[in-house]
């Protein structure tokens, strides 16, 4: 026999064979092989209950293996049930054996259950119900035009990136290995908080930042600590979905509140004031306004006299094509120090798939928010924050920012060119001053034919990916837009796909 040749035996089981092998060259172990095999002539029928099994050495020597092998084998079957052991007799296939014993169980399992007037499996709890039922919309393709807020990867400088990796885990792999901080990596925290206080204003310690795995965990732990149930909790309206059910998963009392040319509104809010407001105030996300300073000033105040916290998305902000962006709330100090949870992430900047965000806490909620975090999941991954730690420290993270910036304002305007030359007549389009998306209003002409939603669905059929504004809303109230993802496809992409989703809607 060549020495990697499958060895086989006909082993003649009552009025049945079983043909056995085992492969040398096969990466899989022979005892799990044989396990396998064994467990499926059971399974099929080839091994018939009462059958008994020939003598270990006899089988071993027909296989081609070794007896202790057989052996182990024959103990896990037993172990699990198929096989019996008789002393003095042999080996026999079970009687009854698990996977029949577990289906014919069942139904005496049901009929005990509807006369003790059960019948139905168990229910998630209230809030599992929440969080199974949240309504996040359309996906569609994440790498395609026109998927909002999603980065182009391709652009990436992974090369850098790996390499930073590489260095961080060979200098400093043993010491890596047993870090335990709930917050995170202290040199990203440092790292974090250098570069919030430069490029958004807001002034914190390493000690305020708690890394995350992504902005939604960041405001999943704010939600777990800051509410209790039944608290009210104000949200944009139109504003991000996830949000909204995160908070509604909480166990808060949700109230959408409508959005404006200057932001959040405050009208007639001291009749029924929150314990939380959530806002989006540097680019509102879906409408893009940017909050006015005296919104901000007004929303600071109203916070401080109802006794509430606010929860800022800073989900963007470092794509700004015109002028300087306002400081961050949480930048504004006073009140904004000791009400305002900056929410940060670098999914946007760098790639979805880091899940990596972060947390800017009050200085008096540190502590607290630290040890929520434990509760949570013990600590964040420790694998990709020193790299990141370096590539923020080193300037590449500034380079990349700045590179993808002057990238992101070309697909901006080729992305209206588009619009303006072939779907004039169906879309309308005004040009933002900051972000990766831009919203497409229907022309009469399209909004007599359909709804945003079935539009949507139209074009996704041709591999576009367009969202309808009205899954936006918290009423998902029938609505006649487009939100438009311009980063993560070039400028001759984005021609393509207007062009296709011109032809969908007009067929």
Request: glycine share 8%.
């Amino acid at each position: 026999m060549e020495p990697n040749a499958p060895a086989a035996a006909q082993t003649q089981s009552g009025s049945f064979w079983v043909n056995l092998s085992i492969d040398r060259s096969r990466s899989d172990p022979l005892q799990r092989q044989l396990y396998d095999q064994i467990r499926a002539g059971i399974l099929h029928g080839a091994l018939r209950s009462g059958t008994q099994l020939p003598a270990s050495r006899l089988l071993a020597s027909e296989v081609g293996c070794s007896r202790n092998t057989v052996l182990e084998v024959l103990a896990q079957l037993v172990a699990e049930g198929y096989l019996q052991s008789v002393r003095g007799s042999g080996v026999f296939v079970a009687r009854d054996l698990p996977d029949e014993t577990l289906s014919a169980k069942a139904p005496a399992r049901e009929a005990t259950l509807a006369k003790l007037g059960g019948g139905a499996p168990p229910e998630l709890s209230a809030r599992g119900r929440a969080v199974a039922a949240a309504r996040l919309g359309h996906r569609g393709g994440r790498h395609v035009a026109f998927s909002p807020s999603m980065p182009d990867v391709s652009l990436f400088p992974l090369a850098t990136w790996m390499q930073l990796t590489t260095q961080e885990w060979r200098e400093h792999g043993a010491a890596l290995v047993t870090e335990s901080d709930p917050r995170g990596f202290e040199p990203l925290r440092y790292a974090i908080a250098e570069y919030v206080r430069a490029a958004r204003n807001v002034a914190c310690g390493p000690e305020q930042v708690i890394i995350t795995a992504g902005a939604q965990q960041g405001i999943d732990l704010t939600a777990r600590l800051l509410l209790d149930p039944g608290d009210r909790a104000w949200v944009e309206d139109p504003g991000y979905p996830a949000i909204r059910e995160l908070l509604r998963a909480a166990g808060a009392e949700v109230v959408p509140v409508p959005v404006d040319e200057e932001g959040l509104t405050l009208d007639g809010a001291l009749s029924n004031p929150p314990r939380l407001i959530a806002v989006s105030p540097s680019h509102q996300f879906p409408t893009g306004v940017t909050m006015s300073l005296d919104r901000r000033l007004q929303l600071l105040e109203f916070a401080e006299r109802v006794g509430a916290w606010i929860v800022e998305d800073d989900y963007d902000s470092e794509f700004r094509y015109e002028g300087h962006p306002l400081a961050a709330l949480a930048g504004f100090g006073g009140i904004a120090s000791a009400r305002v949870i900056y929410v940060g992430t670098f999914s946007k900047m760098l790639f979805p798939a880091i899940r990596l965000g972060f947390l800017v806490v009050p200085k008096h909620l540190a502590v607290q928010f630290a040890c929520g975090r434990i509760v949570v999941d013990l600590q964040p991954s420790i694998f990709p924050q020193p790299a990141l730690a370096r590539f923020i420290g080193e300037g590449h993270l500034a380079t990349h920012v700045r590179r993808m910036r002057r990238i992101y304002r070309l697909r901006q305007e080729a992305l209206l060119e588009a619009l303006a030359s072939q779907a004039g007549a169906l879309l309308t389009t005004d040009p933002d001053v900051a972000g990766m998306h831009l919203i497409a209003k229907f022309t009469p002409e399209l909004a007599q034919r359909y709804d945003d939603l079935t539009a949507a669905g139209i074009v996704g059929k041709r591999g576009i990916n367009v969202q309808p504004m009205s899954m936006y809303y918290a009423e998902r109230r029938a609505g006649n837009g487009f939100v438009m993802g311009y980063a993560c496809v070039g400028e001759a992409a984005l021609a393509a796909a207007v062009t296709t989703m011109v032809a969908a809607l007009r067929a």
